[in-house]
């Protein structure tokens, strides 16, 4: 029988490693190419947007809007892989917060138990004055 059959398994590493490794990768290729791609583009005069032809203009003025909606897009994009990457990271923290909890919680039970058995342990019998 698979150790996983009663449940699933997070490696908790795993988990905050991917967040890392998937912001970064989003600063570092997304990110930057969305901005490299951006100030090309708004530097440059639009081509065809001076021209006579009504036709070539209106191409230009389309090409110019489905530029920006590619923009919001990519900058949704990130936004998203960004909240992705930090809940990734959050989830991990929460599972080795709850790990660290559960050891905590063991050990102060340990503890209890151990106090608990230690003051039995002082009760005698008054006959026989031994631990009862």
């Known amino acids: ?3 996983h059959s ?9 988990l905050e490693t991917f967040g890392l490794d998937f912001q970064h990768d989003l600063d570092a290729h997304l990110s930057s190419e969305k901005v490299q791609t951006l100030h090309i583009f708004s530097e440059a005069q639009l081509f065809g947007s001076g021209t006579a032809s009504p036709d070539v203009h209106q191409a230009a003025t389309d090409y110019r809007s489905k530029l920006l909606e590619l ?3 990519m900058d949704a994009l990130l936004h998203e892989g960004a909240v ?4 990734a990271q959050a ?3 929460a599972y080795a917060e ?7 919680d063991v050990h102060r039970a340990v503890g209890v138990a151990q106090q608990q058995t230690d003051a039995d342990a002082l009760v005698v019998d008054p006959v026989t004055g031994r631990p009862v």
């Open 1 to 3: 029988m698979s150790e």
């Open 6 to 14: 009663s449940g699933f398994v997070v490696d908790p590493r795993a």
């Open 71 to 73: 923009f919001d897009t």
């Open 84 to 87: 992705m990457a930090r809940a």
């Open 91 to 93: 989830i991990a923290n």
């Open 98 to 104: 709850a790990d660290a909890i559960s050891d905590d």
